[in-house]
């Protein structure tokens, strides 16, 4: 398997563009999370979606930010407007439903690392 | 009462020491305590975590030590190696499974000097 999956794992862009973050999780897996990482609060959970639906999405910060799930096998995270205190590296993680083998374990991509000037 | 506080933010340890991290959490109903590794570049992987039932959990050179009555857990990194310099987040939730919002603590830079 070829892990979680994130595109781009870059982006730099200018405030106000909207930015895309995009995800693949683990084929199988029926948990898709999105994770914030910076520096001064480290791994904040954004939302989390069970069998394509969006279960808790509390941590998202503004209504500039919106997820979606349109399949198993695929998830966004949008940000329109992005602004410069949305530069950090978005991470997303997946993991089985409960029973299989391997569902205590968050199985992390590689991260994108957003820049907003 | 749903934060961990991690401690220290940075450590450097020479090779062959003991680096500890410390974490401690206030919502007694957490009983699932991982501990997540994340090297320059990766996502985190799952490390090595403990359920509240015991006081102490090793694998290989990673030991997690658990202490209930004060809501403290840490890891300790036995006869450390330059390959153990990433960055460690412990974590905790509420069930193995039942609870989906697994709370990280902010974060260890370890660095192992040769």
């Known amino acids: 398997d070829a892990g979680v999956i994130q595109s781009p794992r870059h982006e730099v862009t200018e405030m106000g563009q909207e930015v895309t973050l995009r995800c693949k999780p683990i084929?199988?897996?029926?948990?898709l999370f999105w994770y914030r990482q910076t520096m001064m609060r480290g791994l904040e959970l954004l939302i989390y979606?069970?069998?394509?639906?969006?279960?808790?999405d509390s941590g998202m910060p503004e209504d500039r930010f919106s997820a979606k799930m349109p399949n198993a096998s695929f998830s966004t995270l949008k940000i329109q407007p992005s602004e410069p205190r949305d530069s950090a590296v978005y991470f997303c993680?997946?993991?089985?439903?409960?029973?299989?083998?391997?569902?205590?374990?968050?199985?992390f991509g590689a991260g994108s690392r957003l820049t907003v000037l | 009462q749903q934060q961990v506080k991690q401690s220290p933010q940075s450590l450097i340890v020479q090779k062959g020491g003991i680096p500890i991290i410390n974490c401690a959490y206030e919502?007694?109903?957490?009983?699932?305590f991982p501990w997540y590794q994340q090297f320059p570049g990766k996502g985190p992987a799952l490390l090595i975590a403990?359920?509240?039932?015991?006081s102490e959990k090793k694998e290989g050179r990673f030991t997690i030590s658990f202490n209930k009555s004060a809501k403290q857990f840490s890891l300790h990194i036995m006869d450390s190696q330059p390959g153990d310099s990433a960055t460690y987040f412990c974590?905790?939730?509420?069930?193995?499974?039942?609870?989906?919002?697994?709370?990280f603590g902010t974060g260890t830079r370890l660095t192992i000097i040769p």
């Open positions: 993680a997946s993991r089985p439903r409960q029973g299989r083998t391997g569902a205590n374990v968050l199985t």
């Open positions: 084929s199988g897996h029926d948990y």
């Open positions: 979606f069970n069998n394509n639906v969006p279960i808790d």
């Open positions: 919502n007694t109903a957490f009983d699932y």
């Open positions: 403990i359920r509240p039932d015991v």
């Open positions: 974590a905790a939730s509420i069930g193995v499974f039942g609870n989906e919002k697994l709370t």
